[in-house]
């Protein structure tokens, strides 16, 4: 994600193991829902195919600008303020993400279908276990127009990059950190939490997950 902020910039947000309430929690089973007519106070709508109705109400309730105008590739706050979305995770095509470690496997098929929401079926396999199949919809929360994380990826030379992260809830949460190295590679990690521990991940032992 980037800003066109005359003078300024900025890049902090809202990490995976934090509480981002804003996120939609929608059960992974549920369609996604297009923005409707409705007026929302403080949003113009551009685009509403590109937007969730729960992010948009989340935008509307929050205090990082008096109004937003919602637009294909990006959200206006205040008139003067662009926030840009990735347009190297590219709309409506299907991405297949890889990524071991310590014998705990992930594929990730990944696919952003509006500008605050993706689908995906990941794999997991782990040594001397079944493997199994979580398959869903994920949501971004308001939280990312304050900044992207920054995370690094793998290997002899490591770059650093910007990612996005998108969360569901199946009765566990999933996070997936998802965003492209300069040389235009998309990289995810992945974090989840459970209630009762069972089968959680923390984002330092995630591998990285790099498209193929």
């Known amino acids: 994600?980037?800003?066109?902020?005359?003078?300024?910039?900025?890049?902090?947000?809202?990490?995976?193991?934090?509480?981002?309430?804003?996120?939609?929690?929608?059960?992974?089973?549920?369609?996604?829902?297009?923005?409707?007519?409705?007026?929302?106070?403080?949003?113009?709508?551009?685009?509403?195919?590109?937007?969730?109705?729960?992010?948009?109400?989340?935008l509307s309730e929050s205090q990082f600008a008096s109004k937003y105008t919602l637009e294909k590739d990006r959200i206006i706050m205040d008139d003067s303020i662009n926030v840009l979305f990735n347009d190297e995770f590219v709309l409506n095509k299907e991405y297949t993400l890889e990524g071991c470690r310590e014998q705990r496997c992930f594929v990730l098929k990944v696919k952003r279908i509006s500008n605050t929401e993706i689908s995906y079926v990941l794999d997991e396999t782990m040594?001397?276990?079944?493997?199994?199949?979580?398959?869903?919809?994920?949501?971004?929360?308001?939280?990312?127009?304050?900044?992207?994380?920054?995370?690094?990826?793998?290997?002899?030379?490591?770059?650093?990059?910007?990612?996005?992260?998108y969360r569901n809830n199946y009765g566990c949460e999933i996070c997936f950190r998802i965003g492209n190295t300069p040389d235009a590679k998309l990289h995810a990690r992945i974090v989840k939490t459970c209630e009762d521990g069972s089968d959680n991940l923390s984002l330092e032992e995630s591998p990285d997950l790099i498209s193929k």
């Not at 929690?25 to 297009?34: F, G, R, Y």
């Not at 276990?129 to 127009?145: C, E, S």
């Open 1 to 58: 994600m980037k800003f066109l902020i005359p003078l300024l910039s900025a890049t902090l947000l809202l990490s995976c193991s934090g509480n981002d309430q804003s996120a939609d929690k929608k059960d992974s089973t549920t369609d996604s829902t297009a923005v409707k007519e409705t007026p929302i106070k403080g949003i113009t709508n551009h685009a509403p195919e590109m937007y969730d109705t729960a992010f948009v109400r989340a």
């Open 127 to 165: 040594a001397g276990g079944q493997p199994y199949t979580l398959k869903g919809n994920a949501r971004i929360g308001v939280g990312f127009i304050l900044g992207s994380e920054t995370d690094e990826s793998e290997g002899d030379d490591p770059m650093a990059y910007e990612a996005m992260e």
